[in-house]
């Protein structure tokens, strides 16, 4: 069975700090897939990034910057300077090795960005 | 930029009723989902559909449920007696088959949500 653990449940920080969402991840697949989603407060889901697991490149994006270590079933996010229009609920999600079909969330962090 | 569309985006419903959501798939997408998040809650799945039929199904997908391909381009779930529990914003979502090139992304709609009182 899949399971995805986002142990942080809300963090706070201030407008400019760093912040790192933590992921864990557990399944028996040799081939899967990482997400990241956010969730404004406006209720939609954004995708951010999806990885295989022959990937363990890190990748950045603008701000945002994924650490994927399968040693141990990691797939951190850290936003870098975060601003005010980072608040929201950020999901963690892992998918089989179809990559298609069903995707396992995490319970998400709420991050709030204080200005 | 393509966009799954979901209707209503707002319904209210009393318990035991019929209710039937909508959604338009991104149209040259031939995986279709949905998912159901009970407010404050994690994003779980119900159901995963391709090639006018049910690929995979989860627990929550029970009897109640069903999904179906009308036509060409809409994508509908039913819920058959709704129960006070099955209030929670449902997403419809959609993928490009298998191996084209493709970030693997799933895309979602914006989400109906049901109140059932």
């Known amino acids: 069975a899949q399971k995805v653990t986002q142990a942080q449940t809300e963090i706070s920080v201030v407008e400019k700090e760093d912040v790192t969402l933590d992921c864990v991840y557990e399944t028996r697949d040799t081939t899967y897939y990482l997400f990241w989603y956010k969730q404004p407060p406006s209720g939609e889901l954004v995708f951010l990034i999806r990885r295989n697991s022959f990937d363990e490149q890190n990748e950045i994006s603008g701000r945002y910057s994924w650490n994927f270590q399968k040693s141990t079933s990691s797939f951190n996010f850290t936003i870098t300077a975060s601003q005010v229009v980072d608040s929201a609920v950020y999901f963690c999600a892992l998918s089989d090795s179809g990559g298609y079909q069903k995707v396992t969330f995490g319970t998400g962090t709420k991050l709030q960005v204080i200005p | 930029e393509p966009e799954v569309t979901q209707t209503p985006s707002h319904q209210v419903t009393q318990m035991g009723q019929e209710v039937i959501l909508r959604c338009v798939p991104i149209s040259n997408h031939l995986y279709f989902y949905w998912y159901r998040q009970i407010l404050g809650q994690k994003v779980e799945f119900l159901v995963s559909?391709?090639?006018?039929?049910?690929?995979?199904k989860s627990e929550i997908f029970d009897d109640q449920f069903s999904v179906e391909r009308p036509d060409g381009s809409n994508f509908t779930l039913k819920i058959r007696s709704t129960k006070l529990e099955d209030s929670a914003m449902y997403f419809c979502?959609?993928?490009?088959?298998?191996?084209?090139?493709?970030?693997?992304?799933?895309?979602f709609g914006e989400g109906s949500r049901l109140t059932v009182l």
């Open positions: 979502a959609s993928s490009e088959l298998p191996g084209t090139s493709n970030t693997g992304e799933l895309f």
């Open positions: 559909f391709y090639n006018n039929e049910i690929s995979e």
